[in-house]
């Protein structure tokens, strides 16, 4: 089976989430760590698998108020490069700058995004091509921050989660917003348009213990970022005793799933 019946708009969401699993197990005022993983997916019901071996090294120094987090993987036909770099304001880790790079079978994505607290702005912008016509889509934009929102990428919201930063609603949720390419409702994998715009979304996590583990499960709704995600299916993290992620299950649809376990050493 030909490896291109893969949405690479789709495709490339996952990467973005692998940043989230192996971050800092620092406690310490400055720590600097670099670590190995592996990534395997799984998709089409078994028919097409991906390995990717990552390379984690970041700087959390939290006397100074600063993080630096990079992220590079290579596997068969996959690249990419994710690096993030924020501070410690009004109490909890905020993404200055977040910049990624993914190739799927030579389609290319790129992404960069700043954020001007001063001027209360997010400027992003993307270009990646699509999968089977590899038309573009470009994004030059800038997304006003509203008072008294929380805005996050993977590095921060995860950080901040462990180090009990992320303080939960009334009714125990997590709520932050994150960035991204405004998508139509019902975008196929090379429909495009003649312009696009970056929005502010809202990115919910629901935690729990996991009865018979204890450890905490948090879940959230994949279906806002890409239309491979199964409705009322969400994504599962399970979180080890330092309040780090240590397995992550994403169930999608065609007989297609990620799981994600560090793997360090």
Known sequence: MSRQVIDR???LTLPLVFILLPLARAHAAAVAHTAPYRVDVSLLYGALTYRIDETLSESVDKTGGRYEV???GEGDGIANRIESAGTLRQGRWAPLRTQSF??????ESRSNVTYDYTARQVEYHFKGETFFLRRLRVVDDTVRMPEGVHIDDAISATLNYADKLWPSQADGKLVTHVIRRKLASNEGPDDVQARYQAELVPFTLNVGLDAETRKPIGRFDLTRFSSWAKQNQPAQITFGVDRRPEHMS????LGTSVQIRLKTG
């Open 9 to 11: 708009r789709d495709f």
């Open 70 to 72: 990079a992220v590079t």
């Open 102 to 107: 993914f190739s799927v079978k030579g389609r």
């Open 250 to 253: 994403l169930p999608m649809m």
